[in-house]
T-cell receptor, first 112, second 115 residues
């Protein structure tokens, strides 16, 4: 298995909703990442988990809450989002910190 | 903090033309360097990577890149492009010892290959 699987593929949520994005990999990678990508822009790093511990939080607002239940899973919990948070949310993993990423196909989030 | 600059925002080529996309980074220390490609409607894929050793690295689909340390550059090349190479290309840099594996991406170059 050489993939990163993200669910759901599309999500529409209201500003008062709580939802979660899920990411799963079975490549034995020990680093996992959340990136946000707006249209025609590069991915922007949000969070890095290394060996299931949060190692980087790029000053992301607290309405985004990451969780790494085990070495294969990464969640992003969403609460009270704003319309400007609408974007493609990408999960990635790498064998170790600093090596190349395997990206998932992303969750396209729309906040209404 | 490291930054990555891709000079060409949009490149339009005819099939069989040669390609070179520029990438420069700003960081004086040791780096890992990457090129990623995003085909229309698809997710980002790793095209090639440089960690150490031979500065000329070969990737998938006939792409190669050359690391020139003195110029802080990692340009992507392909001798003869195909229509199927139409995509967005991102250069990324990971500064060793900084940021625990964080990669910084350039703004991307849109490549359009005309048949």
């Amino acid at each position: 298995d050489t993939e990163v699987t993200q669910t759901p593929k599309h999500l529409v949520m209201g500003m008062t909703n709580k939802k979660s994005l899920k990411c799963e990999q079975h490549m034995g990678h020990r680093a996992m990442y959340w990136y946000k990508q707006k249209a025609k822009k590069p991915p922007e790093l949000m969070f890095v988990y290394s060996y299931e511990k949060l190692s980087i939080n790029e000053s992301v607002p607290s309405r985004f809450s990451p969780e790494c239940p085990n070495s294969s899973l990464l969640n992003l919990h969403l609460h009270a989002l704003q319309p400007e948070d609408s974007a493609l949310y990408l999960c990635a993993s790498s064998q170790r910190s600093g090596s190349g990423y395997t990206f998932g196909s992303g969750t396209r989030l729309t906040v209404v | 903090a490291q930054s990555v600059s891709q000079h060409n925002h949009h490149v339009i080529l005819s099939e069989a033309a040669s390609l070179e996309l520029g990438c420069n980074y700003s960081y004086g220390g040791t780096v890992n360097l990457f090129w990623y490609v995003q085909y229309p409607g698809q997710h980002l894929q790793l095209l090639l990577k440089y960690f150490s050793g031979d500065p000329l690295v070969k990737g998938i689909k006939g792409f190669e890149a050359e690391f020139i340390k003195s110029k802080f550059s990692f340009n992507l090349r392909k001798p003869s492009v195909q229509w199927s190479d139409t995509a967005e290309y991102f250069c990324a840099v990971n500064a060793i010892g900084i940021g625990a594996g964080k990669s910084t991406f350039g703004d991307g170059t849109t490549l359009t290959v005309k048949p």
